[in-house]
């Protein structure tokens, strides 16, 4: 393919991206040095002001700071990033986040998968199309936003994807929580399927039950066992009665489409933290992100822990090794312009994917445009680093594409 092709991002504060198709590829599969430290191998970065080239308007009910991007937005912003799944083919599906912080101001902001592929060499990130997640076939019971049935923001707010061997997705929800079943075009397959026991506050809202969840804590994590059979739904926050900052972890059976009634449980270095993603290693083992609320000077705990289910100190609890602190990654070859130690100082960092046995990926949610952790004042881009790591994860080689 070498043909350069360049395309303008329409919208307000759009930015022109050169889409290098044939420098298009992940670093999976690379050769490795032997670094002793998890170390900086890829830096590439999708300008904030990025949006769906002919879309909707959005943005109409966005209020407060928004770091000079003037609300609302004649298009749709590629924003967010809240999941990943790897194509196996140096590009990747990347889930946008629900809109803009909230149900009540994201009812114009339409949910959708994107297709992205990062350029390591020109530390850009190609936009390569995506699909919108619609219901056109009546599976959600309750009514939505949309009369044409295109779900937004104000409908759900999916923050983790898993990719079937099928090409379906399992989309993991806060308002419910719920799972979503989509086909690879964006269709909902079934209705959504909630966690028994656990009610989110939009849903006790709308249905008059209690909540026992607190608001945007369902499902931020959502790992698919090895052989596809099974998923694991993440909590990000505790639910009511639970210990302060455990964390639910449930398994779901995809053939029966229910909860199997084992859950693991996840416990927080404090109360105050989130997850930001949990993807499989392999049977028994998961990648988990944690981290605080802080942002730039603020930002002090953004790990990803290696977490074990199969629990040897008999605590109750996933087993946790500390991966890498993401403040702290060994940057010798100065990447991306920073210093030899580089940090990724976001609020939200809400993705991690396996590249290769000693490399992965992880990008951060920009929350536009209102997060600033990179700069103060100016709204974040979606940054995509890859790391190498000193010792190799030993994934089941049926997670890697």
């Known amino acids: ?27 999976a599969g690379g050769h490795h040095s032997k670094v002793t430290e998890p170390t900086l191998t ?53 889930l946008s986040d629900n809109g803009y912080g909230n149900q009540a101001n994201s009812g114009d902001f339409l949910l959708r998968i994107q297709k992205l592929a990062p350029v390591f060499r020109t530390n850009q990130v190609d936009v390569l199309g995506g699909v919108n997640l619609t219901d056109p076939a009546g599976k959600v019971p309750w009514k939505l936003t949309r009369p044409d049935r295109v779900l937004t923001g104000a409908d759900f707010d999916v923050e983790s994807i898993v990719k079937a061997a099928d090409g379906s997705y ?17 269709r909902l397959l079934a209705a959504p399927t909630p966690l028994p026991g656990v009610i989110a506050p939009e849903t006790a809202a709308r249905t008059g039950a209690t909540a026992t969840l607190g608001g945007s804590k369902g499902f931020e994590g959502l790992a698919q066992s090895p052989d596809g059979r099974y998923l694991y739904a993440l909590l990000e926050g505790t639910v009511t009665g639970d210990a302060a900052g455990r964390l639910r972890f449930n398994e779901f059976d995809t053939r029966t489409r229910q909860y199997t009634g084992k859950r693991l449980a996840y416990q927080l270095d404090a109360p105050a933290h989130a997850i930001g993603d949990a993807i499989a290693v392999d049977k028994d083992r998961f990648l988990i992100i944690e981290r605080d609320n802080g942002q730039g000077a603020t930002a002090v705990n953004k790990k990803i822990y290696l977490a074990d289910k199969r629990d040897r100190n008999r605590d109750g609890l996933l087993d946790k090794t500390l991966v890498v602190d993401l403040m702290k990654v060994a940057n010798p070859r100065k ?67």
């Open 1 to 27: 393919m070498g043909k350069i092709i360049n395309r303008t991002i329409a919208g307000a504060g759009a930015v022109a991206l050169t889409l290098a198709l044939a420098g298009t590829a992940s670093v």
């Open 335 to 401: 990447l991306g312009g920073f210093g030899t130690t580089f940090t990724f100082p976001f609020q939200t960092i809400e993705d991690v994917v396996i590249l290769d046995a000693k490399t992965i990926a992880v990008l951060n949610d920009n929350n536009f445009p209102f997060s600033s952790g990179r700069t103060a004042g100016v709204a974040d881009n979606n940054e995509w680093i890859t790391i190498e790591l000193p010792a190799s994860l030993r994934p089941d080689k049926r997670v890697l594409k």
């Open 170 to 186: 399992w989309i993991g929800d806060e308002f419910g929580p719920y799972l979503l079943h989509f086909d690879r075009a964006g």
């Open 42 to 94: 890829g830096f590439a970065s999708l300008p904030a002001g990025t949006f769906v080239p002919g879309s909707e308007p959005s943005g109409s009910l966005v209020t407060g700071n928004t770091n000079g991007f003037a609300a609302p937005f004649a298009d749709q912003p590629i924003q967010g990033f809240s999941g990943i799944a790897d194509n196996g083919d140096g590009t990747f599906d990347v």
